[in-house]
């Protein structure tokens, strides 16, 4: 008798993301009940705040930012490249629309527009900077991108805390941009910033599925090496992906401010910490954009649920992070224990 007879059938592995996130929610249900509070209570709350119909514009609103942050984590990630720099990039955004709707002399659709095009153009030259650094300079992008955001996060808090301060308020934060500049509502707390996430999304799941591009990026991936033998020109490559990453950074930033805050108000962009989320969620999907889009989906109904939560139940939204955290710390071990095994 063969050996291949006598082998015990191996048990289906169970998809790890499906996994991370019953752990994740077993873990959290766990310290609920260890404080006193009722687990089941509280994530049915969570699924209340998240997905019932009333609540479905705040989620959305919620998701716009942070979709947008995970694609910016993704794109690089889907090339083996990894981009920290979201925070600075997403700061070089929000001020330079700002700017823009200020001082631009520009009529209402053109002004919000050229807003729009410059946060983009501004943030995306930020962040190819970290590329070029490696491929000119040896600098590791991990670093680069990391250390970039300290420079416009500070460069843009002394802007709107000295010279481009709002005198009436005496705030750290620009005047009140023009209504002309602001971008149209659709619903409740929705603008028509949620139809430019939607495009860039699909967009980017565009260019990952049926475009040369995308094809490279993924074989980059997998094996930089043979992308480079194949004639991927790698450094060029890099710099553009970088580029399109910190576009969809400013992106952000633009929406953030011509549709919520009306104004550049320094720490307002970073608060919700919009960034972190995104590369977890990013993480997640293994920078898949369509995954990734579905995961910033998730994390924002998290987001949003865990208000719902804290209101309703007096338990602390920082259940919700700590959701996150387990699920995304799970997949590095889930990971890591498949590579050393194999």
């Not at 499906?18 to 077993?26: D, E």
């Not at 590329?131 to 802007?159: D, K």
Request: proline share 6%; net charge positive.
């Amino acid at each position: 008798m063969s050996e291949r007879s006598v082998r015990a059938p191996r048990l289906p592995r169970i998809p790890a993301v499906p996994l991370a996130i019953s752990i994740g929610i077993l873990i959290g249900g766990l310290l609920v009940l260890a404080s006193g509070g009722d687990p089941i209570a509280a994530y049915r709350e969570i699924l209340i705040g998240a997905l019932a119909p009333q609540n479905w514009p705040n989620t959305l609103n919620w998701a716009v930012p942070l979709v947008g942050m995970t694609l910016v984590a993704a794109l690089p990630l889907r090339g083996g490249m990894v981009n920290l720099g979201g925070d600075g990039q997403l700061v070089i955004g929000g001020l330079v629309a700002a700017m823009a709707a200020l001082y631009l002399p520009l009529p209402g659709p053109l002004l919000i527009a050229a807003s729009i095009l410059c946060a983009m153009v501004a943030s995306g030259l930020y962040a190819s900077l970290a590329a070029w650094g490696e491929t000119r300079f040896g600098i590791p992008m991990l670093i680069s991108t990391l250390l970039l955001s300290y420079p416009a996060i500070g460069i843009a808090s002394y802007l709107v805390g000295f010279p481009l301060r709002d005198m009436a308020t005496g705030l750290a934060q620009t005047r009140m941009i023009p209504d002309a500049a602001r971008l149209p509502v659709i619903s409740g707390p929705l603008n028509i910033g949620l139809v430019l996430m939607v495009i860039v999304a699909i967009a980017v799941v565009f260019y990952d599925r049926r475009m040369v591009g995308g094809y490279e990026l993924r074989m980059r991936g997998l094996n930089a090496k043979f992308a480079g033998y194949g004639g991927v020109r790698l450094a060029a490559q890099q710099v553009r992906v970088m580029f399109a990453s910190g576009a969809i950074a400013g992106l952000v930033g633009a929406i953030l401010v011509l549709g919520s805050l009306y104004r550049y108000q320094d720490g307002a962009l970073l608060t919700p910490g919009y960034t972190w989320s995104g590369l977890m969620a990013a993480l997640l999907a293994g920078g898949a954009p369509l995954g990734a889009i579905c995961a910033g989906l998730f994390f924002a109904g998290l987001q949003t649920g865990g208000f719902a939560m804290q209101r309703e139940t007096a338990i602390p939204r920082v259940l919700t992070m700590i959701l996150q955290s387990v699920i995304i710390l799970f997949l590095a071990i889930r990971h890591g224990v498949g590579r050393k095994s194999s």
